[in-house]
Each structure stands twice: as C-alpha cells, then as structure tokens.
C-alpha cells in the first residue's frame, strides 16, 4: 500500500519583504516589482508531507496553478524531496477568484488520479484568504482538517490519520478517514533544506514554457517533441497542462469563473496621526491594553 500525497503549493508576491523602491510615489506597493517567493505555509505543508513520506514511503506530487515562472517555485519543491512537480498554467486561467482556483485545481487533481492525502497551507500571504483548501476539498467531495499543527497517527491499513489542530485558545484532535485534506498553519515543520544531491539533478528540470523558450524557429515542433521525451525520459519534466488537459470548462476558470472580483489592491500606509507612542513601562503597557480592550481589539 503506497502513500500518495498532493501538496497545493503557490508562489506569492513576497508581501513581507517590502523595501523602499517597490513603493509607488503615493505610498502604495507595486506589487509586481516584489519578488516570487514559495508561500511559506505551503513550504511547511510539503515539509509534512515529506515526513510522511520517509515514515510510510510512497511518493508527493507539487501540484500548483500559476504563471510558467512558478516553475522556479516548483523546482525548490523537488530540491526538497518531491518526486512529481505539476505546472497548471493557462492565460484563461487570469484574474481567478478562490472559487475558480479551487475548480482548476480539484480538476488537476482529478487528473493526477489516486492520492491518499491532500495538503495546502492554511493561507497564501497575498490573497490571505484560507479559502482555496476548504474550497478544493468541497469539490473533492473529501473531509478536511484545517489549521493543521502535526500529524499524529497515520494509518495506512486503516487508512485513517489522526491530527492536532489549532482552535482558539487551544487545540483539538481529529481523526478522519482517507483521503483527506489537510491545511497546515505556520510553526509546524520546520522545512529541510534543499539536498545538495537533488539540487544538482533537478537544477535542470524544466517545464513545457521553459523547454519551448530554448527553441528557436528554425527549429520544428519535432525537435520540440523530442526535447519535451528526453526531459520525461531524464526524469527532468516539470509537467505542464493547460485547461484542455485538466478538461476544465473554461466558463468555470479565471475571471470568467469567478464571482469575486479583486476591484483595487491597496496598501493600507499608516500616516503619522494614526498611531501612537507608548513608553515602555507597566503603567504605559497597562494604558496600552485598557485602550484595545476598550475598542475591542482584544479581550
Ligand atoms: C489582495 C487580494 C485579495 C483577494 N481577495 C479575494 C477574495 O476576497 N475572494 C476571492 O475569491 N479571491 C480573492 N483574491 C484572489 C485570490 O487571491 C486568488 O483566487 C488566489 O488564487 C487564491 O486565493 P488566496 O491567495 O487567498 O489563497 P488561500 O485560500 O489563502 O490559499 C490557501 C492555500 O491554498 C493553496 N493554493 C492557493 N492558491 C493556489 C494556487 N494557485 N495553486 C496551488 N495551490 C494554491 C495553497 O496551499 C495555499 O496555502 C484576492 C487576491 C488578492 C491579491
């Protein structure tokens, strides 16, 4: 019985690392001058998936649905222990809203076949929604745990897991029957570094948009073809697939299958009447906590 895990993973505009000349004259942030980077939590959420799997064996598949640069995103997964890395990528895929995000990527899963276990961080540090996991496991029609802290008790026999969830003001224990997905919250595993050994086979993994990029038009769709063999051959093939491979219907995907729509995304930018200086002293820490308690901010 081999365990099969999905990891959603998502490379995000690195929101945390704003420095000062990604900022617009009017204080906002140009967001597409912040660097990709891996969304943490999904780091986390393939780290325990990878622990699984050196416990069970088996193997983990990096699904994610983005640009074709998420491909750099996809090789750190597979520097850090997954076998399989799928691209989902598509120009109709634009403007997605959870909802269409969460479609495209339980018809990818769909796709991929068998799985035991689905994993996603609990949110993406751009959207900040936590809607994508919940979402897919709906279309999935399976149970799911979220806020996911460790993974107590898999049993493949069973096939039920046992995990430990974080709830307010403390946790709880939950046991769900297989397959089952999970969202993970920050804090619960540390991920292992890169492998130099994998890092060095995998440096040269491509996806379809990146082997295409190496073609030029002398060249025909033959050699193409036969770039695309030699990679999947190597074990070196990111897998591309765009809507017709996942056999998605185009009205559900992108801004056509998204109810929601992004208006604005603005920066809120603190101007200096907004805050205030508290010395930093019990009485001046005592004044600080009345306040929020006395505007319901805590408490
Ligand atoms: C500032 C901002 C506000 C937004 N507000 C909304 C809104 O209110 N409602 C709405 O429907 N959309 C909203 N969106 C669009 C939303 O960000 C996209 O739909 C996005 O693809 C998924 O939502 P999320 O980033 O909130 O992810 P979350 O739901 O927070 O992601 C949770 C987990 O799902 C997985 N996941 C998410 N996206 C992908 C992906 N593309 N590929 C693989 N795994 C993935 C990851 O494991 C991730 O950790 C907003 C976008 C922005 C930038």
Same mark, same amino acid.
Do not use: C, H, W
């Given at each position: 019985m081999s365990l099969h895990s999905i990891v959603?993973?998502?490379?995000?505009?690195?929101?945390?690392?704003?420095?000062?000349?990604?900022? =617009?004259?009017d204080g906002t942030v140009n967001r597409a001058r912040l660097p990709?980077?891996?969304?943490?939590?999904?780091? &986390?959420?393939?780290?325990?998936?990878?622990r699984l799997k050196d416990e069970h064996g088996g193997t983990v598949t990096a699904l994610t649905m983005g640009?074709?640069?998420?491909?750099?995103?996809?090789r750190d997964c597979l520097y850090m222990g997954a076998d399989r890395a799928i691209l989902v990528s598509d120009r109709r895929f634009a403007a997605a809203d959870t909802l269409?995000?969460?479609?495209a990527l339980h018809k990818a899963i769909l796709h991929i076949g068998d799985y035991d276990l689905i994993f996603g961080g609990r949110q993406a540090i751009d959207g900040d929604t936590a809607q994508v996991g919940p979402q897919t496991a709906e279309k999935m029609n399976i149970p799911q745990i979220t806020y996911t802290q460790e993974i107590l008790n898999l049993d493949l026999k069973k =096939?039920?897991?046992?995990?430990?969830?974080?709830?307010k003001n403390g946790h709880e224990i939950l046991e769900a029957p297989l397959?089952?997905?999970?969202?993970?919250?920050?804090?619960?595993a +540390?991920?292992?570094?890169? +492998?130099?050994?994998r890092l060095c086979t995998y440096k040269r993994a491509q996806s379809k948009f990146e082997i295409e990029a190496t073609v030029d038009d002398s060249h025909d769709l033959v050699w193409m073809e036969e770039l695309m063999e030699r990679a999947k051959t190597q074990n070196l093939y990111i897998e591309t697939w765009n809507i017709e491979d996942i056999d998605a219907d185009v009205e559900m995907c992108g801004l056509a299958g998204s109810p929601t729509k992004v208006h604005k995304v603005e920066n809120v930018v603190l101007s200096?009447? &907004?805050?205030?200086?508290?010395p930093a002293t019990a009485e001046g820490m005592n004044e600080m906590i009345t306040e929020l308690m006395q505007d319901h901010i805590f408490g």
């Open positions: 959603l993973v998502k490379q995000v505009p690195d929101t945390s690392n704003i420095s000062g000349d990604v900022m =617009r004259p990709a980077i891996f969304n943490p939590e999904d780091q &986390e959420a393939l780290e325990l998936a990878l640009p074709p640069n998420a491909a750099n995103m996809l269409a995000t969460s479609y =096939r039920t897991i046992r995990a430990r969830r974080a709830i397959p089952v997905l999970l969202t993970v919250i920050k804090g619960s +540390e991920p292992r570094p890169f +492998e130099v050994r200096g009447s &907004e805050f205030k200086q508290v």
